[in-house]
């Protein structure tokens, strides 16, 4: 059987290495609407200082990822490029990313399966299913592995599926929308797991409740931002926001990690979450695509606590310029 599955990888890679040549244009298939955020950073007169900040301490593949993201934007913005040109690696992972997602789908009675991960929808992202939410990019998983993971933007338990194979405590998700939320509770039942510790709430900066737009039929993008909302197709939803901090020293948790991708509030998250990051140093998982500011100043406020943490930036496998762009932190 091993043998069998070596083979069809073989094949696989070496039917694409021959029918590519060293580059492949691929079709910006639209935006997620940032990459108009970007355009007065790039007029700023400190934009080149704040680019250095961002690129310093950063392995080479995160810059690679960073100078890729920052031109292709340019193009996209000053002169309506749509078509660029991937690198050999990024076709190759696009292809690979997309080949298993269609050779692992399968229809379930309840749900949909993905190779041994079932979900109340067919909702099998990249960033998730191939890239694991980048969570292997951590040096240190032992710590991750005896200590709690905060999952916030938890839609429907897709990356807590995820996550709960690397922890030997609980994944607490966070998922405010009820839509999702109840679907959250089914992925979990399918599953048959009870890692996971599912959450009716935001995280943010305070105590409060807020009006969220939810994006009709899937509820994917859902966000608490009037100013980003990409469409009129939405509709709105009374939530309950709390704390990370608040949450944390409330249920007495050791944390391990947190992954937030909270649609454009990650910044107000963080200010919930400082007593949580400073004390226990929690391996950070960060969404940092959703505006300029994220993309450029979410590090920078990290690094600022001097906590000694070190950065990566990754880009999920997917041909847009900069959705699913991810902020990799961890304390050795």
Do not use: W
């Not at 909270?262 to 391996?283: C, R, S």
């Amino acid at each position: 059987m091993k043998y069998d599955i070596l083979l069809i990888i073989k094949k696989f890679f070496s039917s694409t290495l021959t029918s590519l040549g060293k580059n492949e244009e691929f079709l910006i298939k639209g935006t997620d609407n940032s990459e108009g955020t970007f355009v007065e950073i790039f007029k700023d007169k400190d934009y080149e200082t704040c680019r250095k900040r961002l690129c310093s301490g950063l392995d080479k593949k995160s810059i690679k990822t960073v100078e890729t993201i920052l031109y292709r934007i340019k193009a996209y913005i000053f002169k309506n490029k749509k078509i660029f040109t991937n690198s050999l690696p990024e076709i190759l992972r696009l292809k690979a990313a997309d080949n298993i997602k269609k050779l692992s789908l399968k229809k379930e009675k309840q749900g949909f399966r993905y190779g041994k991960y079932l979900l109340s929808r067919a909702h099998f992202n990249n960033e998730i299913f191939f890239d694991k939410y980048f969570i292997d990019e951590f040096k240190n998983k032992k710590n991750i592995r005896t200590k709690n993971i905060i999952d916030v933007g938890g839609f429907i338990g897709d990356t807590a599926v995820v996550f709960s194979d690397y922890t030997d405590k609980s994944v607490y998700v966070f998922e405010p929308v009820e839509s999702n939320y109840k679907d959250l509770l089914k992925t979990i039942e399918l599953n048959h797991t009870k890692k996971i510790i599912p959450q009716k709430l935001a995280l943010g900066a305070e105590n409060r409740e807020c009006i969220i737009n939810i994006y009709e039929p899937t509820g994917v993008g859902s966000t608490i931002r009037n100013d980003i909302i990409k469409n009129n197709d939405t509709v709105q939803e009374k939530i309950q926001i709390t704390t990370l901090d608040e949450f944390v020293e409330r249920e007495n948790l050791d944390v391990g990690l947190v992954k937030v991708d909270v649609e454009g509030a990650e910044q107000d998250f963080l200010k919930g979450a400082m007593n949580t990051i400073k004390t226990q140093k929690p391996a950070l998982l960060i969404a940092i695509y959703h505006s300029g500011i994220d993309f450029f100043t979410i590090k920078t406020k990290i690094e600022e606590l001097n906590l000694g943490y070190k950065f990566k930036i990754r880009k999920a496998a997917k041909n847009r310029i900069l959705e699913d762009t991810v902020l990799v932190a961890e304390v050795l």
